[in-house]
């Protein structure tokens, strides 16, 4: 395990969790990755015992003990004419932007953004972001009681305007929180991917969908490829509590824009690159090129949280008795300014040792077992669902079946009870199941939403 550290900057840690044991001929090394980022975020950057304070402001950490990282958020909240039922929804809408609004920090840039067929910058107004103190929030707020119900839906216009107030900002995190009650119906499919492609490691965005008219695949896909977050609010009234929540986590973000480098010798290849937890997303596709046999993923902006990764590699033949190092896992940050190399945060190493001792090589690290069961986990959630709405119920029943026994086996009493609002469990430990007859669709909704939170492995 290596550590990071510096006065008022997050100190970041790797620790590697794996069996390097592999029998004769065995190629497939699993390894799950740990990242820890303490000292920072929530903490609000506070120094390391005996360190000096800093001056001033640390490119990329944030300006100072105490006051977190410089920040910018833009508010997206959906305007089009499906707002308007039921009149409450809108009401609900601008409460929680009003309370999100409420819980920035002060210095914070920010900006609302009313959607529709079109986006409109309503807050300031100006093409440019507010700097928020007690004035301009109430300004923001007496903007927002005047937003109306009106026109179409087409998210990649929201996006694009986010990405231009965002982009003009100089600050070390860059964050947007996106609200939409029904389909992308007004712009292409390959438009809204399109502009997701734009914004991709260039702004963060958590999704909501509120109600129960939207599309699960269209609101997790945004979150998905700008490193966010993605959730159901089924009932309107309760969307201030989520906002606040939403907002709170943004402004304990300090660090931006780390990568997880991926090192590896000649003839290793690299089969995935997975975060397990706090959610399974698949990182594989992300990867840019950083140097001979290099390859950086991207994990976002980070405040004080902890993280797995799935790491697996395809290493030469080897004899028995033979060692290797399989990768080198580094956190990487990049120079906001781009003058100078990138800095290593913290390192961690995958190892392949080939022996002829049986019970150490075909034993499964609990960690690895334990994260692989949670992917497939989300997997079988999306295939069951998938089935069920196809009509395919034989198919819907065996999937949803193994995810209560894969939920049950781990421990993710979270996904346990959102299956069981979908099916009636007859023997959890075997996953025998019935589907229900009739399913809320807000039940329903929800567990395709959260299908992909995981539970961390007991340790």
């Known amino acids: 395990m290596a550590n990071f550290s510096k006065s008022n900057v997050p100190q970041f840690s790797v620790e590697v969790y794996q069996n390097a044991f592999l029998p004769e001929g065995g190629r497939e090394v699993n390894a799950i990755v740990t990242v820890t980022s303490t000292g920072g975020g929530t903490t609000g950057g506070i120094p390391l015992p005996g360190a000096a304070?800093?001056?001033?402001?640390?490119?990329?950490?944030?300006?100072?003990?105490?006051?977190?990282?410089?920040?910018?958020?833009?508010?997206?909240?959906?305007?089009?004419?499906?707002?308007?039922?039921?009149?409450?929804?809108?009401?609900?809408?601008?409460?929680?932007?009003?309370?999100?609004?409420d819980t920035l920090r002060e210095g914070t840039r920010f900006s609302v953004v009313a959607g529709t067929h079109v986006a409109k910058d309503v807050y300031p107004?100006?093409?440019?972001?507010?700097?928020?103190?007690?004035?301009?929030?109430?300004?923001?707020?007496?903007?927002?009681?005047?937003?109306?119900?009106?026109?179409?839906?087409?998210?990649?216009?929201?996006?694009?305007?986010?990405?231009?107030?965002?982009?003009?900002?100089?600050?070390?995190?860059?964050?947007?929180?996106?609200?939409?009650?029904?389909?992308?119906?007004?712009?292409?499919?390959?438009d809204l991917r399109a502009a997701l492609d734009s914004c991709a490691g260039r702004f963060t965005c958590d999704a909501r969908g509120v109600g129960t008219d939207w599309e699960v695949k269209e609101v997790t896909s945004i979150a998905s490829a700008l490193l966010g977050t993605a959730d159901i609010v089924a009932d309107p009234a309760g969307l201030a509590a989520d906002f606040t929540q939403m907002m709170e986590n943004a402004m304990g973000k300090e660090v931006a824009d780390v990568a997880l480098r991926l090192w590896t010798p000649v003839g290793v290849e690299i089969r995935f690159v997975k975060q397990v937890a706090p959610t399974v997303e698949d990182l594989t596709g992300r990867r840019t090129e950083a140097g001979p046999r290099a390859?950086?993923?991207?994990?976002?902006?980070?405040?004080?949280?902890?993280?797995?990764?799935?790491?697996c590699v395809l290493v030469p033949e080897a004899g028995i008795g033979q060692e290797m190092l399989a990768a080198r896992v580094s956190l990487m940050l990049p120079d906001p300014s781009g003058a100078d190399a990138p800095q290593v945060l913290s390192q961690g190493l995958v190892r392949a040792v080939?022996?002829?001792?049986?019970?150490?090589?075909?034993?499964?690290?609990?960690?690895?077992?334990?994260?692989?069961?949670?992917?497939?986990?989300?997997?079988?959630?999306?295939?069951?669902?998938?089935?069920?709405?196809?009509?395919?119920?034989?198919?819907?029943?065996?999937?949803?079946?193994?995810?209560?026994?894969?939920?049950?086996?781990s421990g993710n009493q979270d996904t346990a009870k959102l299956l069981s609002k979908v099916v009636d469990v007859v023997d959890a430990a075997t996953g025998t199941v019935r589907l229900k007859a009739k399913v809320a669709e807000a039940d329903e909704m929800t567990l395709e939403t959260r299908s992909t939170k995981t539970v961390r492995v007991k340790k």
């Open 53 to 101: 304070a800093s001056p001033g402001h640390v490119p990329g950490y944030g300006p100072g003990p105490g006051r977190g990282a410089s920040a910018a958020v833009v508010l997206m909240v959906d305007c089009s004419g499906s707002m308007d039922y039921p009149p409450t929804k809108m009401r609900n809408a601008r409460d929680a932007t009003a309370a999100a609004i």
């Open 125 to 190: 107004g100006n093409g440019q972001l507010a700097v928020a103190d007690a004035q301009t929030k109430a300004q923001a707020k007496e903007a927002l009681r005047r937003l109306s119900a009106g026109g179409g839906t087409a998210i990649g216009t929201w996006l694009r305007l986010a990405d231009r107030l965002l982009g003009a900002a100089d600050v070390d995190i860059r964050h947007g929180i996106l609200l939409t009650d029904g389909r992308n119906e007004h712009e292409a499919p390959e």
């Open 295 to 311: 390859g950086d993923y991207p994990t976002g902006s980070w405040g004080d949280e902890s993280r797995d990764y799935h790491v």
């Open 354 to 409: 080939w022996t002829d001792d049986m019970v150490a090589s075909t034993s499964i690290n609990p960690q690895v077992a334990h994260y692989t069961g949670q992917a497939e986990l989300a997997q079988v959630i999306q295939q069951g669902l998938d089935a069920r709405k196809s009509g395919d119920f034989d198919g819907a029943t065996a999937k949803l079946g193994r995810a209560v026994q894969l939920a049950s086996a």
